[in-house]
């Protein structure tokens, strides 16, 4: 099984930046996909970005793209998120998660999940 947990997030107003991270334990960190989602109050948890296993390859939201970034260290185990241009309907919480499968953009098929973090975007 997968520890992870996620660090990093705030408050900050529109415009800024936050940088959030996902520390991995348990088991070997480059044999999973990596995940951001986020949920806000009354909506199904979307996704945000992944990251391969190799770092090779990563896929974006379309509401984010061009504004995150996500990024993972192996000899860390740790994954990132580098949020900027922060809006305010980017205030979610958010959740790193661990794919062992082949579907990346589905949260249900996602195995290990982290406890969220708050992110609050002020306008």
């Known amino acids: 099984q997968v520890q992870l947990v996620e660090s990093g997030g705030g408050l900050v107003q529109a415009g800024g930046s936050l940088r959030l991270s996902c520390a991995a334990s348990?088991?070997?960190?480059?044999?999973?996909?990596m995940a951001w989602f986020r949920q806000a109050p009354g909506k199904e948890r979307e996704f945000v970005a992944a990251i391969t296993r190799s770092g090779g390859t990563t896929y974006y939201a379309d509401s984010v793209k061009g504004r995150f970034t996500i990024s993972r260290d192996n000899a860390k185990n740790t994954a990132y998120l580098q949020m900027n241009s922060l809006k305010p309907d980017d205030t979610c919480i958010y959740y790193c998660?661990?794919?062992?499968?082949?579907?990346?953009?589905?949260?249900?098929?996602?195995?290990?999940w982290g406890q969220g973090t708050q992110v609050t975007v002020s306008s």
């Open positions: 998660a661990a794919n062992a499968g082949m579907q990346i953009t589905t949260a249900t098929r996602y195995a290990y």
């Open positions: 348990g088991r070997t960190f480059t044999s999973y996909t």
